[in-house]
């Protein structure tokens, strides 16, 4: 079965909004990473966030994570029509061999 | 660098042939894997390489097998294909300086069985 299951499964929203998408997961995890696939392609890796990390940026994303709850959440500031994609978090483990992709959140962007 | 290939792009098959997807990555990372995508769902994880002469399997490795004689290529065979095993496959590869957490994904091959 999947570890991480992405909440909501698709989101629509205005360009220019912000875009948060959920992820929760079953098992302690050594990190948490967020993928972007566009219609038909491969995935690209967007940002890394490790169990010991709380919050991380990487331009217009921010990351949390919560050990606790064994969520994390991804936000999109000032979306593009560019966004419109399908985002996928996925789980590693310290035995680093396995990474464990949740079912993604497809996210369009209206203009 | 062309990083992760795939071939071929697109495969129709009938049930009962066996074939082997290609993939090759010019990066020297250590490490493969092939997943599979369903429509709707994420990716689930067949067999993976963290080098050459070692394999192990994911989660959904019946009726796939997998070798790895050399750093570049990982190619996937599958024995007897079924129509359960239409889907669209992915390579990716990574390595150790990024934890091998950061993968690089190929394009995909979208494979239909008959």
């Known amino acids: 079965s999947q570890q991480g299951e992405e909440d909501p499964q698709a989101l629509s929203i205005q360009e220019g909004e912000n875009a948060t998408m959920n992820c929760s997961y079953k098992?302690?995890?050594?990190?948490l990473q967020w993928y972007r696939q566009n219609s038909g392609r491969g995935l690209v890796h967007l940002i890394l966030i490790r169990s010991n990390e709380r919050e991380k940026h990487s331009g217009r994303l921010r990351v949390t994570l919560d050990t606790s709850k064994k969520s994390s959440s991804l936000l999109i500031t000032a979306s593009r029509a560019a966004d419109t994609a399908s985002y996928f978090c996925a789980t590693g483990y310290s035995s680093a061999s396995k990474i464990i992709f949740g079912s993604g959140t497809r996210l369009s962007i209206r203009p | 660098n062309a990083g992760v290939t795939q071939t071929p792009k697109f495969q129709v098959l009938k049930t009962g042939q066996s074939m082997t997807l290609q993939c090759a990555q010019d990066?020297?990372?250590?490490?493969m894997s092939w997943y599979r995508q369903d429509p709707g769902m994420g990716l689930r994880l067949i067999h993976y390489?963290?080098?050459?002469?070692?394999?192990d399997q994911g989660e959904v490795p019946n009726g796939y097998n997998v070798s790895r004689s050399t750093t570049e290529d990982f190619p996937l065979r599958l024995l007897s294909a079924a129509p359960s095993q239409t889907s669209v496959y992915f390579c990716a590869s990574s390595t150790p300086t990024v934890g091998y957490y950061e993968q690089y994904f190929g394009p995909g091959t979208r494979l239909t069985v008959t």
């Open positions: 098992t302690s995890i050594n990190n």
């Open positions: 390489s963290v080098g050459a002469g070692i394999t």
């Open positions: 990066m020297n990372h250590e490490y």
